[in-house]
């Protein structure tokens, strides 16, 4: 039965990939961030999980309406009852719960472009990460494969942050892996943003970062938004 699922769904992606046409669709939206339904497709994470201080949260904003806030603590600091092989630590952010949909294919796109606003509370400078985890090329299994690139925004100004798909590179536990390997676009399970880690990017201290949406764009074709709420 899966493999007649995979046929069939295969079979779909074809049809529809012929209806757009040879360079695909322009934009798609991929995530909002308007109502409580739309934050329960993420999850916070942080090293609090493996005894380590730092907090993160995503919550909706009261202003501008429409938008979440990821906030939390950012600490290098290892807790009391920490796992006794954790040395140090320091990560925090929000990624994708598994979709009933399956896989995200963004095959036809070339950059991702995350509306966001930097530290709108506290202009701190901070650095975060963007990251993108897919099904791997040998097998269907989640692995700890996370291909990442930095997002840049300015601080307390709405901005869009395009980010080429080109610029994500492979980590695997945090480091980046030499070997080139070529990212899944057509079978992304998850999305996620975070702070980038270590004491030389960032200060111990609160974080808060605005998001507004985030969208998948073909930069070949894309000539502006249209429809968008």
């Not at 904003?61 to 600490?75: C, D, H, I, M």
């Not at 399956?102 to 701190?124: K, N, T």
């Not at 307390?156 to 942050?161: A, F, I, K, L, Y």
């Not at 994500?168 to 080139?180: R, S, Y």
């Amino acid at each position: 039965m899966a493999l007649l699922r995979r046929l069939l769904k295969g079979t779909q992606d074809f049809i529809q990939r012929a209806q757009r046409g040879p360079y695909g669709e322009a934009s798609r939206m991929l995530y909002q961030f308007k109502t409580p339904e739309d934050l329960d497709q993420w999850t916070a994470f942080s090293d609090s999980e493996v005894g380590g201080q730092s907090t993160a949260a995503l919550q909706a904003a009261e202003e501008p309406p429409g938008t979440a806030t990821l906030t939390g603590v950012f600490s290098t600091e290892v807790g009391e009852g920490a796992h006794e092989r954790l040395r140090r630590s320091g990560y925090a952010g929000i990624t994708t719960k598994p979709s009933q949909d399956g896989p995200l294919d963004l095959e036809d796109f070339d950059a991702l472009v995350f509306r966001q606003a930097g530290d709108l509370v506290r202009g701190d400078g901070r650095q975060y990460i963007a990251s993108i985890r897919c099904e791997n090329w040998l097998v269907d299994t989640r692995s700890f494969d996370v291909w990442q690139a930095f997002l840049f925004a300015r601080k307390g100004e709405w901005t869009e942050v395009e980010v080429p798909m080109h610029r994500f590179l492979l980590t695997w536990k945090g480091k980046v892996v030499e070997e080139v390997v070529e990212l899944n676009a057509k079978r992304i399970t998850s999305l996620g943003i975070s702070l980038a880690g270590g004491e030389q990017l960032q200060s111990q201290g609160p974080f808060n970062l605005g998001i507004e949406w985030i969208e998948a764009r073909n930069t070949r074709i894309y000539t502006g938004p249209e429809g968008r709420e």
